[in-house]
């Protein structure tokens, strides 16, 4: 079963936490006022076993549509990977309407709102964290983890209250934490990463695989 994860786990839409983005929003409506332009909630499988976290929504991509990762370059590379590993349910169109799930699967960013240039600062990181640790604690059932990007990877240990020296981020890293969570490090699935051929789609291919068989999804990988 698939569906949007209750709201007490996200950022409320009117959320005041960051100024700047507060701002960027502010903007975006008045420019588009048919977008999403609000912290965008957390997606996927409600028993998701799992957990994938981004960076921040794409202006074109997320904060536009309301979903993580739909509407952009990175979302196509992501959902046709899942897709290809046997974790989505019905074809992705890249809009709210399109009807596409994930199967054991759960996304979230470590920043709810489009931050300028990709960029989110340190404090607006911290202030996004209260609703990454709690929707990490009501679907604590989801014990495999793939950070798509360092930001995405560090936040993720500060959240957990880990040492990042202790685990460095590494593409195709697999890092054990105690307590049965593992995470996995990817780069992210950019069009930069992809055009600049740091990340392949071989090489998130390999990854995403990875993460899916340790988590016990998925197809005959």
Known sequence: MTSTIASEMDAPLDCQLCPRLVELRRQAREKNPDWFNAPVPVWGDVEAKLFIIGLAPGMQGANRTGRPF???????????????????????????????????????????????????????????????????????????????????????????????????????????????RVLYDSYHCSRYNTNTRRLTPEMFESVVFAAAREAGIGGDL
């Not at 309407?97 to 960029?119: E, H, M, T, W, Y």
């Open 70 to 180: 739909t509407g952009d370059f990175a979302g196509d590379l992501l959902f046709a990977t899942l897709e290809k590993a046997g974790l989505t349910n019905g074809r992705y169109g890249k809009h709210l309407d399109d009807g596409f799930s994930l199967s054991g699967v759960l996304i979230a960013n470590a920043v709810r709102c489009v931050p300028p240039q990709n960029k989110p600062t340190g404090p607006e990181i911290v202030n996004c964290r209260p609703f990454l640790q709690a929707t990490l604690a009501a679907r604590a059932q989801a014990q495999t983890f793939l950070a798509l990007g360092r930001i995405a990877h560090d936040t993720f240990l500060s959240t957990l209250g880990l040492r990042r020296a202790s685990y460095p981020f590494g593409h195709g890293v697999r890092h054990e934490l105690g307590g049965g």
